[in-house]
T-cell receptor
Framework: DGGITQSPKYLFRKEGQNVTLSCEQN?????MYWYRQDPGQGLRLIYY???????QKGDIAEGYSVSREKKESFPLTVTSAQKNPTAFYLC??????????????FGQGTRLTVV | KNQVEQSPQSLIILEGKNCTLQ??????????LRWYKQDTGRGPVSLTI?????NTKSNGRYTATLDADTKQSSLHITASQLSDSASYIC????????FGAGTRLTVKP
């Protein structure tokens, strides 16, 4: 079945540690996005990638890094520079038609907790 | 200031009742508007998508309306069920996607 998969579902990070969240899609979508969701707030864009080997910072990129070596994969690394990383992280791949985003398909999310 | 405002922030209704969620936006130009349902601890799932020329779109017990002149959309849920308990997110696209903060709906028996 086609879809977008995030792993792990739950992740615990110690202070000063880098962790990487996985996002894989087999929908053949060019664009992939990472969002952070905090209680009572809308999704905030961390990074996005429109094509392989290219990515752009979103609104809250500080303390995060990404790579896009393959079309299917867009991993997010939460570095020790991110001072408040506890949140729910959502990855999305976006179907684009005529240069416009038409629909976002989301993964099931990863809940990251600092311990 | 968020370009997509949703109200109410949270809502509690009894099973079987109807409810309406609101979304006001200032995004311009406008490409399309989507409503997503997000169960707790899960990713959002698309309910409806509407373009500029569409006024209403239904998906089972969910009916979305759009007034592009006043920049308002609503999501009406009919005969609510316990499984409707979730957050409902309004997303307006101008090429980029702008997310509302969501309305948290709780349906009680």
């Amino acid at each position: 079945d086609g879809g977008i998969t995030q792993s792990p579902k739950y992740l615990f990070r110690k202070e000063g540690q880098n962790v990487t969240l996985s996002c894989e899609q087999n929908l053949n979508h060019d664009a992939m996005y990472w969002y952070r969701q905090d209680p009572g707030q809308g999704l905030r864009l961390i990074y996005y990638s429109q094509i392989v080997n290219d990515f752009q910072k979103g609104d809250i990129a500080e303390g995060y890094s990404v790579s896009r070596e393959k079309k299917e994969s867009f991993p997010l690394t939460v570095t020790s520079a991110q001072k408040n990383p506890t949140a729910f992280y959502l990855c999305a791949s976006i179907r684009t038609s005529g240069g416009m985003n038409t629909e976002a398909f989301f993964g099931q999310g990863t809940r990251l907790t600092v311990v | 200031k968020n370009q997509v405002e949703q109200s109410p922030q949270s809502l509690i209704i009894l099973e079987g009742k109807n409810c309406t969620l609101q979304c006001n936006y200032t995004v311009s130009p406008f490409s399309n508007l989507r409503w997503y349902k997000q169960d707790t601890g899960r990713g959002p799932v698309s309910l409806t998508i509407m373009t500029f020329s569409e006024n209403t779109k239904s998906n089972g017990r969910y009916t979305a309306t759009l007034d592009a002149d006043t920049k308002q959309s609503s999501l009406h849920i009919t005969a609510s069920q316990l499984s409707d308990s979730a957050s409902y997110i309004c997303v307006v696209s101008d090429g980029d996607m702008r997310f509302g903060a969501g309305t948290r709906l709780t349906v009680k028996p």
